[in-house]
């Protein structure tokens, strides 16, 4: 059974660091494209982070450029976000999906969708 499984997540003051991963199983990530996304209380879901595992090829929104990084560990088949200089804006649940077609992962079209991994950051 194919499946994301998100972890990482946690308390951490402004301008602290977070890593957050995101395991596949059922499925290898070889042949797929990630996404992170977030969600704040009260706000839609919005787009992080992409990456195209095929030529490792990276987006990111320009709330996040310059703070966070998108990777990925094929051999464990994890997606890494390593996120730093957070702000309180940055508290949201996080999210990841994966879709075999980038463009479904970046418009939040996609087939596999984690369970969610809740950051505050908080003063």
């Known amino acids: 059974q194919e499946k994301l499984v998100e972890s990482g997540g946690g308390l951490v003051q402004p301008g602290g660091s977070l890593r957050l991963s995101c395991a596949a199983s059922?499925?290898?990530?070889?042949?797929?494209?990630i996404g992170w996304f977030r969600q704040a209380p009260g706000k839609g879901r919005e787009g992080v982070s992409c990456?195209?595992?095929?030529?490792?090829?990276?987006y990111y929104a320009d709330s996040v450029k310059g703070r966070f990084t998108i990777s990925m560990d094929t051999g464990k088949n994890i997606v890494y976000l390593q996120m730093t200089n957070l702000k309180p804006e940055d508290t949201a649940v996080y999210y990841c999906?994966?879709?075999?077609?980038?463009?479904?992962?970046?418009?939040?079209?996609?087939?596999?969708w984690g369970q969610g991994t809740q950051v505050t950051v908080y003063s």
């Open positions: 990456i195209v595992t095929t030529d490792n090829s990276t």
């Open positions: 059922g499925f290898s990530l070889d042949h797929y494209s």
């Open positions: 999906a994966s879709d075999a077609t980038y463009t479904k992962v970046k418009v939040g079209g996609a087939r596999y």
